[in-house]
């Protein structure tokens, strides 16, 4: 987590409004706080994973108004009035698993887990952007972001089939 | 046994949770905790001559300021050495907080507990210690000269020597052998730092209950049982009294294995001290600075060996780096000392290894645990004798193979288990024909030069390895079938992403002919199971999946001897499929397996219309004997332990095709083959899974990944930005074909593998680079850069 070393003798604290999932939820946060922490902490969506904090793993990628982002490097107050998905929001109203989040069970496209929520926010943004991706962009797409379990083939085998899961949807 | 669970590909139980963000890793309970912070020594190598915290005190939430001086008895004590060996004459362990003396840069010094992790960690950045320099002692060769100490009462940094001899058939010792030899040869091989590095850090969240003076402790280990003891031993509270789970943890890779860490005696501490929940999460940089590495080495070899390639002596002595502390003693190095051996009837062999400390991390296992290094010296030896000889690798490899009428092969070494180096079964040569069909071996000549016809540069390497797994002592497993017929599972050994839940109950299934859907299994949590060792060396299938499978038999047989009275038959003619037990070739005759567990439970209270069937006026019991006969206990319920003579040695062969650009020295892999036989397979995607994860780490570990210490000990990679894990881009498409050759020494006939994937792929790449250039590669890893240089060498 991130200091600036200073001491904050009762840091100012910002009041700000973001609409996570669809829902609109209201927080209270220093300036310093980050968007991971403010998700995980703050609003209790511990989905959002941190791996390294600094912007080269992805684990807390979150798609903010419908891009993907590291929220590890965004300040929770920078976003105030954006709308953000977490993995909390990838499925749909019910309850039912979106085709990418069903791809990557079939496909075994996670081990421990921990990377999973970046690999599938990052992966249903590219798929919005791209629904019938090659090899190339697949590899591509995904390749900001880290797993250190699965040796990415079956991630990228799962990016394939949830491709093949909305064609067959559409 | 009707219900054929075991053995397919059965999708993940865990996954549901996983993908919709409801895992519960460490740092996603325990909202409202307090955070802890630790200042760790900026310096490799010095004296704390004073630690001011007055700047640190009106920092706004602060709580509490803690340095070695104020840790009570047993607390402030060296962490245990967990793992002694005789030959281990000079263990050290660290201190949870430094006294005195730190010795590598990350070592803890004083810790800070905030009302949240940025208010600690303002603290914790106004703390002033003040260090008197000594002189840092890094690199294992200046290290072992021992011109400098890493501590103080260890002459030459030795912290331990072991000679281990295996004389030939007729008694000659190897160095004689190689004496004796129609030929020789010699040379040295490096080896350098990787870690295990999962993206979970490691992680503790205490909760003290001041009412019942109890503990709970979330900790991301790969034991949760022995950190229990280990806390309760350190806190000085009764066992019972302390409950250790280990939840969703986001990969292990052996770092996790080690316990207790400062951390998971301090946070537990303070939460009793403070009487609040306290709870800290490592961030990426302590876990580089802070955890442990492994795989340094330097190795010297000498070989003698006949005109056919066959090695008549083998002589290896091994210079090992364990950084600064030996908490887990010296299991690395005793297994790359004996796993070395691989697929191979040596004729004598001798090998000595000196562990030495050094002003770095600590050293300790990391996937493969020792074995990739043991196989890069087989295997780069083979590869010599084959270029000496003019003979063709696979061959030499062939000349050399323990045959499969061979088995029980006893290579006469001790290993990390203390017992007989034993290997229980496999198929050598099957083996490494199916690796060389896969790859292509025969027809790679052609190939190589069509593509140098094109100016392209190719080459193919192989490598070859045996992986003893499923080390004791024991591991248990209990099983109960609840009165709605569903089956509860549970085992002591943690899971850190290999699928247990679905593999157990895949066994527990099968075992007792019921639905997939009706079993659900817990791991890594002392609530539910007290007695186990832990997830490392490939050992949770072989040890827990046997365990529940004997545990489930007698369940199994209880449920039969039950039903049997009830449908007033031969307990030998019934059956159970799909939760019922039948009688066989009478489908009209059976009994639920849930009501079969009503009546395993004679009650006196009917709590529902099922248990009415229990009670002592339904008429059910027999009159003669009391409800509980002799030897029975009342529930349908098992517990029972799998506990191995020694290891059982699974194995694999690897083979790789690369392609070097001839201007930028970039390494390419073009093909990646694997042939791997861990026994019977229970879910052959899961295996393959644990085989493509290896297989990336280990190209991390040949081509990316090395930790790069400067002359004081400062790691100058320590976040992933330097440090270069492989992402998708730098994996290859693993091929894969599994041989089976099933364990003679487990009722399930399973071998590990969890870490096969990892240990021969420095072997293979630097094989295939060095067929590609004709240019000899005796480290790993090899950075473009690096093998630029060699060429330029090569040629001037
Ligand atoms: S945690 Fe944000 S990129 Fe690693
Ligand atoms: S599944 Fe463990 S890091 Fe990707």
Redesign the interface.
Known sequence: ???D???????ALHEITLTVNGVVREAKV?G??LLSDCL??EL???????????G??G?CTVLLDGDPVRSCLTFAVSVDGHEIT???G??GPG?E?SPV?RA???C?A????????GF?CTVTALLRDNPAPTEDEV??G???????????????KAVHRAAELMGDEA | MTTKLFGERV??R???R????????V??LG?DALAAAFVRSPHAHARIRDIDVSA?V???GLVAIYTWEDLPERVRDPLPLLIPHPALTHGRTAYPLARDIVRHVGEPVVMVVAR????A???A??IEVDYEFLKPVVGIEEAAQGAHLVHEDVPGNLGAHLVQEVPSASGAGAREAIEAAPHTLAFRLDFERSAS????GRGVYARWDPDDRSLRVYSSTQTSTSVRMAVAAKLGLPLPSVEVIAP????G?GVKIVHPWPEEVLVPWAAMLLGREVKWTE??REHFISSAHERGQVQHVRVGFDGEGRILGLDVTILHDHGAYTPYGIIVPIITATQLLGPYRIGAYRVEFSSIYTNTVQVTPYRGAGRPQGVFCMERTMDRIAAHLGLDRADVRAANFIQPGDFPYDQGLIFQDGRPLIYDSGDYPESLRMIKELIGWDGFAALKAEAAAEGRTIGIGLGCYVEGTGVGPYEGGHVQVTSDGRVHVSTGLTS????HETVFAQIAATELGVPLDRVSVVTGDTRRFGYAVGTFASRAAVMSGNAIALACRKVRDKALRIAAEALEADPRDLEIEDGMVRVAGNPGASIALATVAVLSNPLRYAFDEEAKRATQFSGAASMDRPPVAEGEEPGLEGRDYYSPVRSTFASGMHAAIVETDPDTAEIKILRYAVVHDCGRLINP??V??Q???????GVGGALYERMVYDAHGQLLNA???DFL?P???E?P??ETAHLETPSPLNPLGIKGAGEA?VIPVSAVIAAAIEDAEGITIDRMPISPSELHELRGRATS
């Open positions: 987590m991130k200091t070393g200073r001491p904050a003798v009762s840091e220093p310093r706080r995980r902490h209790g969506l511990t989905g959002t994973h941190v791996g390294c904090e600094h080269v793993c684990c977490t993995v909390e990838l499925s309850g698993l989040q990557f069970s079939e075994h996670l081990q421990c887990g921990f990377c999973t929520p599938l590899v591509e995904i390749s900001g972001n880290l797993c250190r379990c699965t040796g990415y083939q079956n991630i990228v | 999708q993940r865990e996954d549901l996983l993908i919709t963000g409801q895992g519960r890793y740092d996603d909202r640190a009106d920092v706004d949240d992790r940025y208010l960690e303002d603290a950045a106004l590095m999962p993206l979970e969703d943890v986001g990969g890779f961030d990426r850190q992403g290999q699928g995607m899961i393959e899974g085989i493509h994860g290896g297989v990336a780490q976040s992933f930005m894990m992402y998708a881009t994996v498409f693993i994937g």
